[in-house]
């Protein structure tokens, strides 16, 4: 049987911090000590230094003579996989590669992809005499650990290692509101900053008889025999490629001006500590002064200890340092130890009862429906919640006091609180850093009403949840200041992009380029883009002589169809289709199909909204200019707003031609959308 933490030979500050889950009727935990390593699997603790999780498992390893390995692992099925977090994710793992080096820890990265994809964490936990991981109480991890569990018949040990007071040590009734939780944790808080990060166990290497952190040869870390994957050695890894390769929503880029890890997270924490902290209890605020320190998607990831950022923030003290150890302290974990207690945080029943009632009894009041699309791509109309999605989708950020009115604005875009509740997580976490986070969850259902009271009179829409509008704040923020910082690219010198071929697939590559802020030009042979996506047009009479319908196989795309669904872009084609094989007409294969509305050319034409489409051009080459240097001229990086487009002070480094030998310009990047004998 497994020995409960308490009775170990672990310190009060971290068995405290251990959640057990059980494998459950169908598993069989393995005898205590039984195993080849004690296995940690890491997700959200991406460090070697202040990690609860990483000490728990070396304890243990010192405790039962077992070496100690480190699994680290990426998924292609996580919520929203994109560009975005994989890049992230993948330069946060290169900086406690370093780190396990340095300590001589065991290690290993697994990149899930193309033929390098199988059930490898549950191998390594069946083989593991102890299985470690950190608390991370949000979907999927939740569900994950529990199936690992399960199918790998070893109890897990879930770490706490986000938060100083252990979320689940929290009392339920202390997360409805925050000064609830700040009164019930103020000692704990008080003793958590007092003591630091539960002290680092050393890994035995080199010491006689000591195997925690390696195997039986002195200095070198542990690797199990019979690895089950290949890992990815992440110094010389060319981290675009492996992207490329995997099946993830490519069409989320990354954010250029914050990279991944713990070296360029502390960099930015030290320049704000020096720089802003003292001043945040007045400029937080502000999103036109860069008066807040941007560190949510490091401590998200664990690229950051919160120990050390707390420990540094008290010492600065003032209103500012005590300001922002409220924010980290008391908000951001009220937010965890809320999400611990309610599995559900991610529906409306996780709501007081007082706000669903209200926002019920106004279920039925006049509101304007928007689509996923409107919303997705900053088009309501609505100047200052358009500006903060399009810091969301260019930046991978929102300004928390923005943030705030952004997600109440929803209410009135959508159907009911269930649906705005569903678009506030699925914009949040698909284009925010820092998303998929307890304290995303703890910030959305603000908006709803969670952490609050009611607030009277009644309104429409939001009943007594306290209202917050875009007019309002407009009134207080020079709303085309804030446009015109959000609009600037992420990349320190913007690329110039020149898309060859209009059809669909051309016009989405165009148009994914352009909402994420770079300078796009299309060129396209035709009178008007489409491609095979093409009407004819006869006096009163339209047909579509190339596709006639197109069908959706891919969940990626959903979000967009269920959009133009809405939006009478397209519509479902009830059209009948048989084959006819050996002498007999039979039904083709079943499943939907759609047609563009009334052509399938206006499809074609609603993606090429806003697009610069050069038609009736033909490009008969693409040139390497003689002197062109792979250089970019100096730019300011940092965030929205910082940047500037250095693409204007360049040539590109690809001269297009028409098929006469006419000039089309000069392009940093050249995006060939054509079929393959065209494009040869």
Known sequence: MSSDPAKLALSPA???????????????????????FVLYWMRTAVRAHDNPALEVALAEGRRMGLPVFVYHA?????????????????????????????????????????????????????????????????????????????????????????????MRTVDRAATTRAFRFRKATRHAREVALRDGAPAPVDSGVGAPGAVAGVATEPGIPFVPAGLPFEPVSLPDADLAALIAACEIDHGVGPVPHTSGGSVAGYARWEAFRDQGLARYAGTRNNPLVPGVSRMSAYLHYGHVSPWRIAREAAAVGGKGGEKYLDELLVWRELAYAFCAHRPGHDTVAALPDWARQTLAVHEDDPRERLSWETLARAETGDALWDAAQRSLLVHGELHNNVRMTWGKALLGWTRDAGEALERLVDLNHRFALDGRDPASFGGILWCLGQFDRPFTPERPVLGTVRSRSTETHARRLDVDEYRRRVEQPAWPGAPRVAVVGGGLSGLMAARTLRDHGLDVTVFDKGRRPGGRASTREHGATRFDHGAQYFTIRDRRMRPLLESWLQDGVVAEWPGRLVRYRDGRVESAREGARYVGVPGMIDLASHLSRELDVRRGVRVGSVERPEGWRDEVPPSAGGGPGNGRNAASERAGRWLLRDESGGNLGRFDEVVVALPPPQAV
């Open 14 to 36: 971290l068995a405290s911090r251990i959640h057990r889950v059980a494998p459950g009727a169908e598993g069989v935990a393995s005898p205590d000590g039984a195993g080849e």
């Open 74 to 166: 990426l998924s292609e099925r996580y919520p929203y996989a994109s560009d975005r977090h994989h890049r992230f994710i993948l330069e946060g793992a290169r900086d406690v590669a370093r780190e396990m080096a340095e300590r001589r820890i065991g290690y290993g990265f697994h990149l899930e992809r193309p033929e390098h994809r199988g059930p490898h964490l549950v191998t390594l936990a069946r083989r593991a005499g102890r299985v470690v991981t950190e608390d991370m109480p949000v979907a999927p991890l939740d569900r994950w650990t529990r199936k690992l569990a399960r199918r790998s018949g070893r109890e897990v040990w879930a770490v706490d290692s986000a938060c100083l007071v252990p």
